[in-house]
């Protein structure tokens, strides 16, 4: 099952976060498709720890991006993946306990969080870190 594909309306113009973009989008579509035949818990969460390991990382480097150019938005961006991060692992630590299950609803929730976010703050810095990079 796929729940969310790569079109170029998603690229922000910078080769690496366009890659790790899709390498988020593609982890999604695997915990979908494990959720879809209804993998074994220990998949599936071998799935969910790859994709907030990774999600962790690709946020780190637009942080480094944001500091290292003094972008103007740096910490309401931050502010936006702390969030996140934030509640994946209170999602985490709730389907360890059996208090919540990894099913549609985190898939609605993982989709619509990175597309909003992507087109939305993602957009955002597009331009700035273009010229910022080439000027680098």
Same mark, same amino acid.
């Given at each position: 099952?796929?729940?969310?594909?790569?079109?170029?309306?998603?690229?922000?113009?910078?080769?690496?976060? @366009?890659?790790?973009?899709?390498? !988020?989008?593609?982890?999604? #579509?695997?915990?979908?498709?494990?959720?879809?035949?209804?993998?074994?818990?220990?998949?599936?969460?071998?799935?969910?720890? %790859?994709?907030?390991?990774? =999600? @962790? %990382?690709?946020?780190?480097?637009?942080?480094?991006?944001?500091?290292?150019?003094?972008?103007?938005? =740096?910490?309401?961006?931050?502010?936006?993946?702390?969030?996140?991060?934030? +509640?994946?692992? #209170? !999602?985490? +630590?709730?389907?360890? =306990?059996?208090?919540?299950?990894?099913?549609?609803?985190?898939?609605?929730? !993982?989709?619509?969080?990175?597309? %909003?976010?992507?087109?939305?703050?993602?957009?955002?810095?597009?331009?700035?870190?273009?010229?910022? !990079?080439?000027?680098?």
């Amino acid at each position: 099952m796929v729940v969310l594909e790569w079109s170029d309306e998603f690229s922000v113009g910078i080769d690496l976060i @366009d890659k790790q973009h899709k390498i !988020l989008i593609r982890a999604i #579509n695997l915990l979908a498709m494990a959720v879809e035949y209804n993998s074994s818990r220990e998949l599936m969460r071998e799935i969910f720890v %790859t994709l907030r390991d990774y =999600t @962790d %990382t690709h946020f780190a480097y637009e942080e480094e991006l944001f500091d290292r150019f003094s972008y103007p938005e =740096t910490d309401k961006h931050k502010a936006e993946h702390r969030s996140l991060l934030s +509640q994946v692992v #209170n !999602l985490e +630590q709730r389907w360890k =306990t059996g208090e919540a299950e990894i099913g549609p609803e985190v898939l609605k929730f !993982l989709v619509n969080w990175l597309r %909003t976010h992507i087109l939305g703050s993602d957009k955002k810095y597009s331009d700035f870190l273009i010229r910022a !990079l080439g000027h680098a």
